[in-house]
C-alpha cells in the first residue's frame, strides 16, 4: 500500500468467528464433531422442530469469558440472547440464537507483532452465537443439499475496530487469535475445517482524512494466506476506484481462492433487518465476580508474559523469546526443563538449535520429544560444567536421547568415552607435546600473530581425543605461551 499509493491508507476491522471445542452444540446435547456423516448430529432441538426448547451450555459460557479474560476485555455480568431473524435454508429455525445490544465481553485488546513493532488492536466486542448448517452445492447437479451437523454448534464472534493498515497486520492478528484460542484450549484454530474464518471489513482514504472510506466486507475467508490476498486485491480495486474519481458502493463480496480475486454478493441497499428481540425461551444469566476470578485463576500463563519473562528475566534475545512463548507445547516444554535449572539460555539454544533442526529433518512436532527434563538437566549441566564439549554432546549423545533409546545422558557419556575428564596434569603434558613439536610456530605466536591459537587448541583437541576440557586448555596453553 504504502509503497504502491503513497496517498492513500487502508483501513481494516475484521469479525473474527470461531467455533468452540465443546463436546456439545451450545443450546442443546447433540455432539459437535467435525466431519461425521450429513445429518447425524440433529435432534429435534437442533433441527428447531416445534415444541423443543434450548438449553443453554455452560461450558460454552465459560469458554467465551475465558477467550475475554484474555483479551483484556470486560466482562458483562448481565447477559441474554436474542433471536436473529433471517430467512436462509441452512437455518432451520428461521433465526440464530446470538447476542445483540449486549455481548458478553466489550472492549480489550490483542496485541500483533509486525515487522513495524508492536500495536495493540482494540476489540469493539466478543459476543456468543450458534453456527448455522451447511449448504452443499456440489453433491447433485439438480439439488442443494443440507447438513445441518454444524447447527447450533457454539461459536463466538471477535470484532475488531477499524484499526488494522495493512495486510501484514490482518494476518498477524488473525494468527494472533488463532495461537490465543489454541493456548487456552477453546478452538482448534483449525481453519481448513472452518472451525476459525474471517470476514474482512475494508476501506481506503486520504492520507490525512480524519473521516473513515466506505467499507467492503469480504466474507467468510478460510485462511490466513486468503485474509491477506483478499485485503491485497481490495486495497487496489478500492483505490482504483477512488483514482478514477468513482465512488465507493457499501457491499458484502465474497473471496476467489482459484485467482485471488474478490466479486461482490450484494450491496448494503438491500440492507440486512434482523428484527432483533430477547429470546423468550432462554433466561437471561448474570455472574458474580467470583465466577469470573475463578475462570482468571484457571488460565494457563499466556504468551505475553512469557515472552516478557524470558526476554527480561531469562535474558533470551527477542527472537527466541518469541519462538519460545509462541507454541504451547514448546512453552510448556521450556517451563517443565527450566524449572529445576538455571541454565535458561542453555537450554533455549539446545532446543532452538539442534533439536529444531532434528525436528525439521525428521517432519515430527514437539509434542512427540520424549526427552525428560531430567536428561535434559544433565546434559546441559555437563556441557556449562565443562565435562562435556557441545559438539559432542550434540553429535554423540542427542540422537540417541531424541530417539528414545538412551535416557540417561551421563551414562552415554561414559560409555562412548567423551568426558571432557583429563585432569590439569594431563592436559598440560599434551600441550607440552603440542609446544615442542611446532616450534616456529610458538616464536610466531610469540612475535604477535595471537591467531595461532586456534591452531593449538586444535592439536591438543586432537591428540587428547576431546577429553581436554577447551577452557582448561586455552588457560594452561596460554600461560605456556606467555612465559618466554
Ligand atoms: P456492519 O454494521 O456493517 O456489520 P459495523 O460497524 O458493525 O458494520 O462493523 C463491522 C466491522 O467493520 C468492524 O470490525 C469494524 O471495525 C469494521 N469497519 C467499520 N467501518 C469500517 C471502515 N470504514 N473501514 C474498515 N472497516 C470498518
Ligand atoms: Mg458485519
Redesign the pocket.
Known amino acids: 500500500m504504502e509503497e504502491s499509493f503513497p496517498g492513500y491508507e487502508l483501513?481494516?476491522?475484521?469479525?473474527v468467528h470461531a467455533q468452540w471445542q465443546t463436546e456439545s452444540k451450545l443450546f442443546c446435547g447433540d455432539a459437535t464433531a467435525f466431519g461425521q456423516p450429513p445429518n447425524t448430529e440433529v435432534s429435534p432441538i437442533t433441527l428447531g422442530h416445534p415444541g423443543t426448547l434450548p438449553k443453554m451450555n455452560s461450558r460454552a459460557i465459560e469458554h467465551a469469558i475465558r477467550m475475554g479474560l484474555v483479551c483484556h476485555s470486560e466482562i458483562s455480568m448481565f447477559n441474554y440472547f436474542a433471536r436473529k431473524n433471517y430467512f436462509y435454508p441452512d437455518l432451520p429455525k428461521g433465526y440464530q440464537i446470538s447476542q445483540h445490544t449486549t455481548p458478553i465481553c466489550k472492549n480489550g485488546f490483542v496485541s500483533i507483532r509486525t515487522g513495524s513493532g508492536e500495536k495493540k488492536i482494540a476489540l469493539?466486542r466478543i459476543h456468543m452465537e450458534e453456527d448455522a448448517g451447511k449448504s452443499l452445492h456440489d453433491q447433485s447437479d439438480d439439488y442443494t443439499c443440507l447438513d445441518y451437523n454444524r447447527a447450533g454448534v457454539p461459536l463466538i464472534e471477535i470484532?475488531?475496530?477499524?484499526e488494522m493498515n495493512s495486510a501484514d497486520e490482518a494476518s498477524a492478528f488473525l494468527t494472533e487469535v488463532r495461537k490465543l484460542v489454541r493456548w487456552i484450549g477453546v478452538c482448534d484454530g483449525n481453519m481448513e475445517e472452518g472451525s476459525l474464518r474471517c470476514d474482512a471489513?475494508?476501506?481506503v482514504r486520504k492520507k490525512g482524512d480524519p473521516k473513515?472510506?466506505?467499507?467492503v466486507?469480504v466474507k467468510n475467508l478460510n485462511s490466513i494466506r486468503n485474509v491477506r490476498k483478499a485485503i491485497e486485491f481490495e486495497s487496489l480495486r478500492l483505490v482504483q476506484i477512488l483514482e478514477s474519481e468513482g465512488k465507493v458502493l457499501q457491499e458484502t463480496r465474497s473471496f476467489n481462492a482459484d485467482n485471488d480475486t474478490t466479486f461482490s454478493i450484494r450491496t448494503k441497499e438491500d440492507a440486512d433487518d434482523y428484527r432483533y428481540f430477547p429470546e423468550p425461551d432462554l433466561s437471561p444469566f448474570s455472574f458474580n465476580e467470583a465466577f469470573i476470578d475463578s475462570l482468571r485463576a484457571s488460565l494457563p500463563a499466556l504468551p505475553e508474559s512469557l515472552f516478557e519473562k524470558y526476554s527480561t528475566e531469562y535474558g533470551l534475545s527477542a527472537y527466541d523469546a518469541g519462538v519460545l512463548s509462541d507454541d504451547k507445547t514448546l512453552a510448556d516444554y521450556y517451563e517443565k526443563i527450566c524449572a529445576g535449572t538455571q541454565h535458561y539460555k542453555a537450554i533455549a539454544n539446545w532446543l532452538l538449535g539442534p533439536v529444531k533442526s532434528w525436528l525439521n529433518d525428521s517432519g515430527k512436532e514437539w509434542s512427540e520429544i520424549t526427552v525428560t527434563a531430567d536428561s535434559w538437566r544433565a546434559l546441559v549441566e555437563m556441557v556449562e560444567s565443562g565435562k562435556l564439549s557441545f559438539s559432542l554432546a550434540a553429535q554423540k549423545i542427542l540422537p540417541h536421547l531424541l530417539s528414545g533409546e538412551k535416557s540417561d545422558p551421563l551414562s552415554v557419556a561414559k560409555e562412548l568415552n567423551l568426558l571432557q575428564d583429563a585432569d590439569a596434569s594431563e592436559i598440560q603434558n599434551w600441550v607440552n607435546q603440542v609446544l615442542i613439536s611446532m616450534p616456529e610456530k610458538v616464536t610466531e605466536f610469540r612475535k604477535g600473530k595471537k591467531g595461532l591459537l586456534g591452531l593449538f587448541m586444535g592439536e591438543v583437541k586432537k591428540i587428547s581425543r576431546g577429553k581436554a576440557d577447551p577452557k582448561k586448555t586455552n588457560e594452561i596453553l596460554l600461560e605456556k605461551l606467555n612465559q618466554s
Open positions: 483501513v481494516i476491522g475484521l469479525e469493539t470484532v475488531t475496530e477499524p471489513n475494508i476501506s473513515l472510506g466506505t467499507k466486507e
